[in-house]
């Protein structure tokens, strides 16, 4: 779903008011964010990947990317196991927090 009204300012007025330890639209949106440079990201990091390759590197997926967790790696077998040759990982992180309240000693 994309960034729309359910995350404007009175909703998180109304979400704050009615339980004011709710996280729920925070988290919505951090993964509303995240999901939408995740779509941004990931064609950007394919293309580096194929350049890399044409350059004789083998890099593949190491896990399926999902938002904010990206990972390839070029591998190679031996006996002692899997030998990493070249990595390529990008890892994000979205923080959204509303009335977030900090103390003078840094504590919530």
Do not use: W
């Amino acid at each position: 779903m994309p960034i729309d009204n359910r995350f404007s300012k009175s909703s998180f007025i109304e979400e704050n008011q009615r339980n004011p330890s709710s996280r729920n639209l925070s988290d919505a949106l951090e993964a509303e964010i995240q999901q939408e440079i995740h779509e941004v990201v990931m064609p950007k990091i394919l293309e580096i990947v194929e350049h890399l390759n044409a350059m004789g590197h083998q890099l593949s997926e190491y896990t399926s990317p999902i938002p904010g967790d990206i990972s390839f790696r070029d591998e190679v077998q031996t006996n002692g196991g899997y030998v990493s040759l070249l990595r390529l990982g990008l890892d994000t992180v979205v923080s959204v927090g509303f009335r977030d309240t900090i103390t003078e000693d840094g504590k919530q």
